[in-house]
């Protein structure tokens, strides 16, 4: 089993930053794909940002290329996403999940995730 536990969440300005991190615990000597996705009020759950477990190879959804970066530490199992250039279109209930690392990668599906954090509160104001 892995626990993830979101953070950095909060309120933020139009234009603004904040970076999400998402720290696991548990077995994480497995290797796991790591992505953020985001679900806000009446929505569904959308893909956000992945990276692979050796951290080489990132995927970002068409509406946050270049504002936003995802990054891992693997000696602190650690996940961050850096956002920038932040829009009220943001707002969000962001969440990260584990992806065991087997076959094909598919990113963008939520279903792949095996292990899934209880969400941090993103909102941006006009």
């Known amino acids: 089993q892995v626990q993830l536990v979101e953070s950095g969440g909060g309120l933020v300005q139009h234009g603004g930053s904040l970076r999400l991190s998402c720290a696991a615990s548990?077995?994480?000597?497995?290797?796991?794909?790591m992505g953020w996705f985001r679900q806000a009020p009446g929505k569904e759950r959308e893909f956000v940002a992945a990276?692979?477990?050796?951290?080489?190879?990132?995927r970002y959804a068409d509406s946050v290329k270049g504002r936003f970066a995802i990054s891992r530490d693997n000696a602190k199992n650690t996940v961050y996403l850096q956002m920038n250039s932040l829009k009220p279109e943001d707002t969000a209930i962001y969440y990260c999940?584990?992806?065991?690392?087997?076959?094909?990668?598919?990113?963008?599906?939520?279903?792949?995730?095996?292990?899934w954090g209880q969400g941090t509160q993103v909102t941006v104001s006009s």
């Open positions: 990276i692979t477990y050796n951290g080489i190879i990132t």
């Open positions: 999940g584990a992806d065991t690392v087997s076959g094909v990668w598919n990113p963008a599906r939520h279903d792949e995730y095996d292990y």
């Open positions: 548990g077995r994480t000597s497995s290797l796991y794909h």
